[in-house]
């Protein structure tokens, strides 16, 4: 299947810092990107979504201003955690869709993002 | 909402088939059944999907009852490295697209 990669795996910050996450689609273009958050033994939950080249779209609950999403070409978002607080600590994971991918989502291996 | 309902978890014999059952009784014509596994720590993996015919590949073989209403994911020949948590999920495919909505999956551990 198709490929997706994550950078950092994993990030430890101080609180008030702001971390950035990157997911890239390595042998597909992505006409779209998600975004979910993962909290130990929960499922995954639907951050936001985006389209290359326009805004994200934020599901209910989600702070768009916290979290700053970036799509600027058809193989690479960014997630950016601003002024990181002990509470966003989780585990961070994208997906890719479309292109040679199809109506499949493809995930990456996740963030685990440990704010102190 | 959850769209599908799974058992929180099962047991399987390694080498036998694990069956993994879905209840998705309000599925709509034109919505697909995803099935997902998540191994701890680690991003989900795609396994399979379908509309209404059985499909088969490489890793499982997914059988959708003629009703909709059901599916069945079968790993033939269970390893250790199959224990994880299963995801069957039900989506609307092209013209914009969705994000998955997970529910809490099937546990299955696999005995050696």
């Known amino acids: 299947g198709a490929v997706v990669s994550q950078h950092p795996s994993w990030v430890i910050c101080k609180s008030g810092t702001s971390v950035k996450i990157e997911c890239r689609s390595l042998d597909f273009q992505a006409t779209t990107m998600f975004w979910y958050r993962q909290f130990p033994k929960q499922s995954l939950m639907l951050m936001a979504t985006?389209?290359?080249?326009?805004?994200?779209?934020?599901e209910q609950g989600v702070e768009k201003d916290k979290f700053l999403i970036n799509h600027a070409s058809l193989t690479l978002s960014t997630l950016t955690v601003t002024s990181a607080h002990p509470e966003d600590s989780s585990f961070y994971i994208c997906s890719a869709e479309g292109g040679l991918a199809g109506v499949v989502q493809f995930f990456g291996p996740g963030t685990r993002l440990t704010v102190l | 909402d959850a769209k599908t309902t799974q058992p929180p978890s099962m047991d399987c014999a390694e080498g036998r088939a694990a069956n993994l059952p879905c209840n998705h009784s309000t599925i709509s014509g034109n919505e697909y059944v995803y099935w997902y596994r998540q191994i701890h720590s680690q991003g989900p993996q795609y396994i399979i999907h379908g509309l209404k015919n059985n499909e088969t590949n490489e890793m499982a073989s997914l059988i959708i009852t003629e009703d909709r209403k059901s599916s069945t994911l079968i790993l033939p020949h269970a390893t250790l490295r199959d224990t994880a948590v299963y995801y069957c999920?039900?989506?609307?495919?092209?013209?914009?697209?969705?994000?998955?909505?997970f529910g809490k999956g099937t546990h299955l551990i696999i005995q050696p």
């Open positions: 999920i039900v989506r609307v495919t092209g013209g914009g697209a969705d994000g998955l909505t």
């Open positions: 985006s389209n290359e080249g326009s805004k994200a779209t934020y």
